[in-house]
């Protein structure tokens, strides 16, 4: 192939910062940081409510609203005003390009938040799946006035898919309450709505405890970060005094450990950036294990190719490092672009991920498997594949109910072999999701990577 080969890069010098023991010095003067993805059916608001968070979080001024507006005015489309916001978004305003997973940070006093967004124009459904598998948590989006479509469609697609990708957390926003008929702001209308979408929650496998439901309107913006007034239609969700913003920070999840910190590197590419000025080559992605400072060696799988780390940022702010539990962009040296793609892992040279064509899988069914082939969704990563093999039937504890058994049904748990059609990396414990004819048809965990 003929490729230019890489610029030539100035040399980084190595600080030899001892990560983990800065880290537990920091961390507890630091905030606490915690991302989310937003989940709902097409037009119930999620676009329009995270505007309105980053605006009255003070992450967007006003100043930019009120030029959004202008323009969305002249269109005859006003009341999309806040949803550009997120249409345009800080990763892609500063880097010119756009992004398949869009971050946009905001802060409050004791939390520093990533809202994790997979535009809907394309590829939504594997987008969706890297986005929430780097998510602490998820935030349902729930239009008030959508009774019964609420639980439906889109809605139940994405919930079955942060629970397939191992989320826990839900805080639940029932929104467009300003618009409730026949009057605003109804309070039966919200009862309902809650109760429908905890059942639903709860059925979906999701712990009662894990779940909060705050009652909002994105659009004029009561309850997003501010309690509406004590007095009028809205008087009762003042009395609630739970915010989304107050619900997000309650969710936040405790840090990850010290011990995942020194683990050898791990680091799904969520999305490569080229061509940028100071960095021509940045990933950007959820480090699960480790830690990454300039001059570190790292190998890209699975290319197998060496890079050097030239620099750091962690909630879109340059550090002098980054840990587990992070989301992070690594700036790269002394690699040619074309050995990285998003889906890669970004891990320790000297203790890499491995590279299979198969893999064991605990597999939940969600329909009936045979051997048949399937998408595989490996976090960001997504590849033509086939079960090739049911191995056995399980129950809960994992001992063998059956083995090699004709069918799995839905609802069972089985052992499965699955094959990919490219060399994929992969680690014992990670979550797989198979999908098939556009539906999800299972998801679990890697068994084994050596099948
Ligand atoms: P998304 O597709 O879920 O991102 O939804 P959008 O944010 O694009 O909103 C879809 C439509 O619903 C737009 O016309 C919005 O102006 C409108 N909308 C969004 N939030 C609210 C709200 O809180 N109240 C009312 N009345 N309309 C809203």
């Not at 550009?84 to 938040?113: C, K, L, N, Y």
């Not at 109804?186 to 059925?203: A, C, P, R, T, Y």
């Given at each position: 192939?003929?490729?230019?080969?890489?610029?030539?890069?100035?040399?980084?010098?190595?600080?030899g910062?001892?990560?983990?023991?800065?880290?537990?010095?920091?961390?507890?003067?630091?905030?606490?940081?915690?991302?989310?993805?937003?989940i709902?059916?097409?037009?119930?608001?999620?676009?329009?409510?995270m505007?309105?968070?980053?605006?009255?979080?003070?992450?967007?001024?006003?100043?930019?609203?009120?030029?959004?507006?202008?323009?969305?005015?002249?269109?005859?489309?006003s009341?999309?005003?806040?949803?550009?916001?997120?249409?345009?978004?800080?990763?892609?305003?500063?880097?010119?390009?756009?992004?398949?997973?869009?971050?946009?940070?905001?802060?409050?006093?004791?939390?520093?938040?990533t809202?994790?967004?997979?535009?809907?124009?394309?590829?939504?459904?594997?987008?969706?799946?890297?986005?929430?598998?780097?998510?602490?948590?998820a935030?349902?989006?729930?239009?008030?006035?959508?009774?019964?479509?609420?639980?439906?469609?889109?809605?139940?697609?994405?919930?079955?898919?942060?629970?397939?990708?191992?989320?826990?957390?839900?805080?639940?926003?029932?929104?467009?309450?300003d618009?409730t008929?026949?009057?605003a702001?109804?309070?039966?209308?919200?009862?309902?709505?809650?109760?429908?979408?905890?059942?639903?929650?709860?059925?979906s496998?999701?712990a009662?405890e894990?779940?909060?439901?705050?009652p909002?309107?994105?659009?004029?913006?009561?309850?997003?970060?501010?309690?509406?007034?004590?007095?009028?239609?809205?008087?009762?969700?003042?009395?609630t005094?739970l915010?989304?913003?107050?619900?997000?920070?309650?969710?936040?999840?405790?840090?990850?450990?010290?011990?995942?910190?020194?683990?050898?590197?791990?680091?799904q590419?969520?999305?490569?950036?080229?061509?940028?000025?100071?960095?021509?080559l940045?990933?950007?992605?959820?480090?699960?294990?480790?830690?990454?400072?300039?001059?570190?060696?790292?190998?890209?799988?699975?290319?197998?190719?060496?890079?050097?780390?030239?620099?750091?940022?962690?909630?879109g702010?340059?550090?002098?490092?980054?840990?587990?539990?992070?989301i992070?962009?690594?700036?790269?040296?002394?690699?040619?672009?074309?050995?990285?793609?998003?889906?890669?892992?970004?891990?320790?040279?000297?203790q890499?991920?491995?590279?299979?064509?198969?893999?064991?899988?605990?597999?939940?069914?969600?329909?009936?498997?045979?051997?048949?082939?399937?998408?595989?969704?490996?976090?960001?990563?997504?590849?033509?594949?086939?079960?090739?093999?049911?191995?056995?039937?399980?129950?809960?504890?994992?001992?063998?109910?059956?083995?090699?058994?004709?069918?799995?049904?839905?609802?069972?748990?089985?052992?499965?072999?699955?094959?990919?059609?490219?060399?994929?990396?992969?680690?014992?414990?990670?979550?797989?999701?198979?999908r098939?004819?556009?539906?999800?048809?299972?998801?679990?965990?890697?068994?084994?990577?050596?099948?």
């Open positions: 192939e003929n490729t230019p080969s890489a610029p030539a890069q100035p040399k980084v010098r190595s600080r910062l001892d990560v983990p023991k800065l880290w537990a010095e920091e961390k507890s003067k630091r905030k606490a940081s915690a991302a989310f993805v937003v709902g059916h097409v037009d119930h608001g999620k676009s329009t409510l505007g309105r968070l980053l605006l009255d979080a003070g992450a967007v001024s006003q100043r930019d609203v009120d030029r959004y507006q202008k323009q969305a005015t002249e269109l005859g489309k009341s999309f005003a806040l949803a550009w916001v997120m249409d345009t978004g800080t990763e892609e305003r500063e880097r010119g390009v756009t992004v398949d997973i869009a971050q946009h940070h905001f802060s409050t006093d004791s939390v520093a938040f809202i994790l967004d997979a535009p809907g124009h394309r590829d939504f459904v594997p987008n969706m799946i890297g986005g929430a598998s780097m998510a602490d948590l935030v349902l989006v729930v239009d008030a006035n959508q009774l019964e479509s609420g639980m439906k469609g889109q809605t139940r697609e994405h919930v079955l898919l942060a629970k397939a990708v191992g989320l826990k957390r839900i805080v639940v926003a029932v929104n467009k309450l618009s008929a026949p009057n702001w109804s309070q039966d209308m919200f009862q309902e709505v809650k109760g429908n979408v905890v059942k639903f929650l709860g059925e496998g999701f009662k894990d779940v909060m439901v705050v909002c309107s994105g659009l004029s913006g009561e309850n997003v970060a501010k309690a509406p007034e004590a007095s009028g239609p809205a008087a009762w969700v003042a009395e005094d915010t989304l913003l107050k619900a997000l920070e309650q969710s936040v999840p405790s840090e990850v450990s010290g011990d995942a910190l020194k683990r050898p590197l791990r680091m590419v969520a999305d490569v950036f080229r061509g940028g000025i100071t960095n021509p940045s990933v950007s992605g959820r480090m699960t294990a480790g830690n990454a400072q300039a001059a570190d060696a790292v190998l890209v799988q699975p290319s197998g190719e060496t890079a050097a780390v030239r620099g750091v940022e962690v909630n702010e340059p550090r002098d490092y980054a840990v587990a539990g992070q992070c962009t690594l700036h790269l040296t002394d690699i040619d672009p074309i050995h990285i793609r998003s889906g890669d892992v970004v891990c320790s040279a000297a890499p991920v491995s590279v299979v064509t198969s893999f064991l899988a605990k597999i939940e069914a969600l329909d009936s498997l045979l051997p048949q082939s399937v998408d595989v969704h490996l976090g960001r990563l997504h590849v033509a594949g086939n079960i090739s093999q049911l191995v056995a039937t399980v129950d809960t504890k994992g001992e063998t109910l059956k083995k090699k058994p004709r069918m799995v049904k839905a609802g069972q748990t089985a052992l499965l072999k699955v094959t990919v059609e490219d060399d994929v990396p992969v680690e014992d414990g990670e979550t797989v999701v198979l098939a004819q556009g539906g999800t048809v299972g998801f679990g965990t890697i068994e084994r990577t050596s099948a």
